[in-house]
């Protein structure tokens, strides 16, 4: 295992005391119990947005922690749920008033522990949960559907909202209808190596790859022969479709999420050979995103995710953020 870490027990505390001090004017680190909270929480008298997960992940969702997104974000280890005190501790740390809502990806930890959090918090609360990976019903990790690169759409569009004064039941339903409009699907070229493993996740072939992948390396539809971006594109493609329904001229937002080991290069490809499908099928892409955003380590690959969004929706897209992984 070739890392750039100094102890595999020390990782995730450094690797946030180097995010804090590159990103001072966005957020703070709490180290006990670990959080990240925006600099200025909290924000009286607006609906605070709470989220978290594993590690690994980045920049979901300390990236995405500042104004017009997070309020705050609760990482857990490398793959691993964060803890029911770090959210009870982050919502007492940000909540201005105007109640808590959790954005909860579909994983049996986060779903269990952000309940339990929910559940002792002072004050009004309410949850989302995202279940956007179209690839499977259901998994040993989940409920249900997992919550994959969509959960940023949500975090976005919700928080965008959020700042602009929305209360709690407004942001809740938002979310709700932004998660049921999105569609997620990934592929894999190679594992990636949990530095608590310290081997990779899964072993694939020369001339495999994994589709339908989690956000862990966890398998999704199918272990298949390596084909062209094209074929690799269409058949996700099909499958977001086929969950989807869209109809012709429907505009959406088309999202090329890589894993953390494929370069631009081949994203920018991927986005390409979606777009044309799109444009195949009459989806209007109206807005469009590449980029790492919801990683999987060192994993190479990508996903795709399409969100059928509204012009009113589309426009709480286009409001101002200053994140660290995420300003406009």
């Not at 070739?2 to 005391?17: A, F, H, R, Y």
């Not at 179209?134 to 249900?144: I, N």
């Not at 390596?226 to 269409?234: G, T, V, Y």
Request: glycine letters at 12%; hydrophobic letters at 45%.
């Amino acid at each position: 295992m070739k890392k750039l870490i100094n102890s595999v027990d020390d990782i995730l505390t450094e690797s946030l005391d180097g995010f804090a001090a590159a990103h001072a004017d966005l957020v703070t680190v709490s180290h006990d119990p670990t959080f990240v909270a925006r600099a200025d929480a909290p924000v009286k008298g607006k609906v605070a947005l709470i989220s978290g997960g594993g590690s690994g992940h980045e920049p979901l969702h300390a990236g995405f922690v500042g104004k017009g997104m997070l309020d705050a974000a609760c990482p857990g280890q490398v793959f691993t749920s964060p803890t029911p005190d770090q959210m009870l501790a982050a919502a007492g740390a940000v909540d201005g008033g105007a109640g808590v809502l959790f954005i909860v990806k579909n994983y049996s930890g986060d779903v269990m522990n952000f309940e339990m959090a929910a559940e002792m918090v002072e004050g009004p609360s309410a949850s989302v949960l995202t279940n956007d990976d179209v690839a499977v019903e259901d998994s040993t990790f989940t409920t249900g559907r997992r919550g994959v690169a969509g959960t940023m759409i949500v975090e976005k569009i919700v928080g965008a909202a959020a700042e602009a004064g929305a209360d709690l039941a407004s942001c809740k339903a938002l979310g709700e209808r932004v998660n049921e409009a999105t569609g997620s699907m990934g592929v894999a070229l190679t594992s990636c190596t949990v530095p608590a493993a310290g081997t990779p996740t899964f072993l694939l072939g020369d001339d495999e790859m994994e589709l339908g992948v989690g956000i862990h390396g966890e398998p999704g539809r199918s272990r298949v022969s390596l084909i062209s971006a094209d074929e690799i594109a269409a058949e996700m493609m099909g499958a977001i479709k086929q969950d989807l329904g869209p109809k012709p001229g429907a505009p959406a937002l088309l999202l090329i999420n890589g894993f953390g080991g494929s370069p631009l290069m081949e994203l920018y490809l991927m986005y390409n050979a979606a777009a044309k499908l799109c444009a195949d099928s009459g989806i209007q892409v109206v807005r469009s995103m590449v980029g790492n955003y919801t990683t999987s380590l060192e994993m190479a690959g990508c996903s795709i995710t399409l969100s059928l969004l509204d012009e009113e929706t589309l426009k709480l897209w286009d409001a101002p953020v200053q994140t660290a992984a995420l300003r406009w």
